[in-house]
């Protein structure tokens, strides 16, 4: 069930976003930023904490990007879930 509530909350912005401005992918971009956003942000936390001493100033560009802090699969479907689920439903609304 925890893999699931990101999706079901990015299907539920998506479906207020769409049935207000018809618009089914500014749902999808609107929910997918906000989840992706989210982990990476705690990516950033993480790199922080493992690696930059506790200081953001020692956090590089690139450590949100950093494999060593994606280390469990919650975190990768934490965002891939309501990205590839969002879009797989705006290309099917698209497609109707």
Known sequence: MIYLQHIF???LIQMVVGRLTG?????AGLASAYFI???FAQA???WIEH???????NMPWWGPFDRRVWTT????????????????????????
């Open 44 to 46: 950033e936390y993480r």
């Open 37 to 39: 956003g989210r982990e």
């Open 73 to 96: 699969l919650d975190q990768w479907v934490d965002w891939l879930g309501p990205l590839t689920t969002t879009y797989g439903f705006a290309w099917f609304q698209a497609r109707r």
């Open 9 to 11: 909350l990015a299907l």
């Open 51 to 57: 690696f930059g001493h506790g200081l953001r100033a």
């Open 23 to 27: 618009n089914w992918w500014a749902g």
